[in-house]
Each structure stands twice: as C-alpha cells, then as structure tokens.
C-alpha cells in the first residue's frame, strides 16, 4: 500500500496554456473595441443625415409658402426662426454630436453637418463632414467615398 501523492496526476494550468489563453482573448477583444468603435461612427453619421434630411423638408416647406428659401417676413414665423438658426449658430442634433449649419440664399441652400466638440465625432477621419443642397446633391468631406459617409 502507498500514501501521498505518488500516481496521482496533477491538476492545473501552466504558464503556456495561460499565456496562450490571454493572446487569444486579446486579439478577439481588440476586434470587438474596433468593430463597435465603427459602429458608432456608424450610428454617428446617421443622426447627422437624419437632422440634414429633416431640416431639408423643414426648407423645402418654407420654400413652398414664401416661395424663397432665406424668408425675411413676417418675424415672428417658424421659417425666419429656422433660417436664423441655421445660419447663425446652427442646429444642434438630437444626440448632439453634429451641429447643423446653412448658407442660404433666395434660390439655393447648403446644409452642412459638422461634429461638434466633445460630441464624440470629431475623431472620424473618414467622413468628417456631411452636406446637401436644395437639389439633394449629397457631399462628404473625409478620405471615406461618398456612399460610405451617406448609407
């Protein structure tokens, strides 16, 4: 008869296994961050084309009753207040990561999102800027092409 531990195995993780277990959680992690990090940049953009379209029918609909996009009268209307707006300090978006501006004339319009400070958008290299026009031209500032920056 033997005592001890003579012929037992023993249970445990060693160094390689652990090592190994840390890489491979690294690397499925540093995925994860990177691919949430565009989705975001993602739902980003969207709030962006979200506030261009809206404040686009708001124009379109002032176009319609003043038959000119930068109404003048009377003072105390929604268009004035929305063209005043817009090409003053703009727009903030819902989530506030984008500011709205325009340059607005009788017969035309620029609408133009850019990120604002401490939005969270500032740092997307890829569209840094989204813009359209009374035409529904759409435009994108960045290295990104345009049908990236607006789907």
Not at 55 to 77: G, W
Request: hydrophobic letters at 35%.
């Amino acid at each position: 008869m033997q005592f001890g531990t003579h012929g037992k195995r023993e249970r445990g993780v060693t160094l390689i296994e652990l090592m190994v277990a840390l890489v491979v959680v690294s690397i499925l992690a540093s995925v994860a961050v990177g691919s949430y990090r565009q989705y975001t940049l993602r739902a980003g953009r969207a709030e962006a084309m979200t506030a261009l379209l809206q404040a686009q029918n708001n124009l379109e609909r002032c176009f319609t009753r003043f038959n000119r996009y930068d109404p003048t009268l009377p003072e105390d209307d929604a268009c004035v207040t929305l063209a005043d707006n817009l090409e003053g300090d703009g727009i903030e978006t819902e989530g506030g990561r984008y500011v709205i501006t325009a340059a607005l004339d009788a017969t035309t319009y620029r609408l133009q999102a850019d990120p604002r400070a401490g939005g969270g958008m500032t740092d997307d290299a890829r569209c840094t800027q989204l813009a359209i026009d009374q035409a529904g031209q759409r435009d994108s500032e960045g290295s990104a092409p345009l049908d990236e920056c607006w789907r």
